[in-house]
C-alpha cells in the first residue's frame, strides 16, 4: 500500500491570505474586512485598548480608512505553525491615496485554523516610525 504525503506550506496560504486582505482593505469593503477575523478576533494596535469582536474591527478599519488610509502592505518575515495555530512575524506599511506613508512598523498576528480556513484570531502591531 502506498501512503501518499503533501506537502502543505503555511507561508505560501498566509500570503494568499494577506494579498486578499491587502486588495479588500484598498477595494473599501468593510463588511469582507471583519471575514478575515475569527467570530472573537482581536485587534491591539498601540494607543489603543483592546478592539473586540467583529463589529468593533469593521468600526476600527472604518475608522482608520476616514483618516485617508487607502492601501495596507505586509511583508510578511516569518510563519510558525503549530497545529490549528499560526504565528506570523511582519511588517506592514499604510498608505494614502497619494502613496504618502501614514505609518509603518511590525506586526504580530496569530492565526486559528477552524474547518480548513485561517483567520487572524490576534492582530497586534506597533509603529517603527519616530513619535512627533
Known amino acids: 500500500m502506498e501512503i ?7 507561508h505560501s496560504t498566509i500570503r494568499a491570505i494577506s ?3 491587502e486588495s479588500t482593505f484598498s477595494s473599501g469593503d468593510l463588511n469582507k474586512i ?5 467570530k472573537n478576533g482581536m485587534l491591539l494596535p ?17 475608522s482608520a480608512m476616514n483618516i485617508g488610509i487607502k492601501f495596507i502592505k505586509i511583508d510578511i518575515i516569518e510563519i510558525e505553525q503549530h497545529g490549528n495555530t499560526a504565528i506570523e512575524m511582519s511588517n506592514y506599511t499604510l498608505f494614502g491615496s497619494d502613496k504618502k506613508v501614514f505609518d509603518a512598523g511590525k506586526g504580530l498576528v496569530i ?10 484570531h490576534r492582530d497586534i502591531w506597533n509603529s517603527s516610525l519616530e513619535q512627533q
Open 46 to 62: 498601540s494607543g489603543t485598548d483592546f478592539i473586540k469582536g467583529k463589529q468593533d474591527i469593521k468600526e476600527y478599519w472604518r
Open 4 to 10: 501518499q504525503t503533501q506537502t502543505y506550506n503555511i
Open 34 to 38: 471583519t471575514d478575515f477575523y475569527t
Open 19 to 21: 494579498d486578499s486582505f
Open 111 to 120: 492565526w486559528k485554523n477552524k474547518d480548513d480556513s485561517w483567520k487572524m
